[in-house]
């Protein structure tokens, strides 16, 4: 069969979308990898479907690279919210889109041909048992020095629907030019991890800005990672380098988010962009 999609990132985290409205995909998992493929598919960083729902305007169904489905991921999300906008599935604002995450609610910004999106993205879960990470004990795993990787490291565990160890890196540390696949797939693959993890390289410029490189289970480094940025804004706060109640700029390989941690969970912003529609033979 042909299949439409459309192309979209949010940046630089880029996925391929299919009307779920339109089609029934039988085997995502399977599709996820063949469209997947940077030189026999289409390229990304996976597969999103956009779905009817019975609870919000339309559901997200999230796959990985490798044919894993995820829960939640926030650049995704506001491509999704855009999608639906597009194809007047719902012309809703805010949008509600449902997830394995729950339900989350997502504003569009139109500046003429450009979109952008802030979604509310909860509320941060430190519990150990929740995210999940197996520690010798319950109490939150925040700066706290922990064997990982083949190695003692310093890490703070976040869940933003979804598992993140987030690491801060010295000042003088190159985070752009660092082997990340070395380490990164060392602590995605960790057995205190038992649903793998999501890993945050993060770099504090000034108190309202970090940098960070991200190694995601199931796709390895990806441009961007939007519950990772928020994780790691998350993180920065109960560590005491950033503020709370304070926008938050999170410099990414694909462009800048922009997080806010409030006592009611953490607000993203940034772009949704549509790259190209076409089809493709399965």
Known sequence: MDLNFTKMHGCGNDYVYVNGFEYNIENPNELAVTVSDRHFG??????????????????????????????????????????VHDNKISLNNPLKIETLSGIKTINL?????????????????????????????????????????????????VSMGNPHCVIFVPDDFDIWNFDIEAVGK???????????????????????????????RGSGETFACGTGACASVAAACKCGLCEMDTDVTVTLRGGDLTISYGENGITMTGGAVTVFSGSINI
Do not use: Q
């Open 109 to 157: 910004h139109f500046d003429g041909e450009d979109c952008s999106a802030s979604v509310d993205m909860g509320i941060p879960v430190y519990e150990p048992a929740l995210i999940p990470v197996i520690d010798n004990g319950d109490k939150p795993i925040i700066n706290k020095k922990v064997f990982v990787g083949g190695e003692d490291r310093t890490i703070t565990c």
């Open 186 to 216: 060392k602590i995605e693959n960790d057995k205190i991890f038992p649903e793998k993890v999501n890993t945050e390289f993060i770099k504090k410029i000034d108190n309202t800005h970090l940098e960070m490189r991200v190694w995601e």
């Open 42 to 83: 289409i390229g990304a960083d996976g597969l999103i479907i956009v779905c009817p729902s019975s609870v919000a305007d339309a559901k997200m169904r999230m796959f990985n690279a490798d044919g894993s489905e995820g829960k939640m991921c926030g650049n995704g999300i506001r491509c999704v919210a855009r999608f």
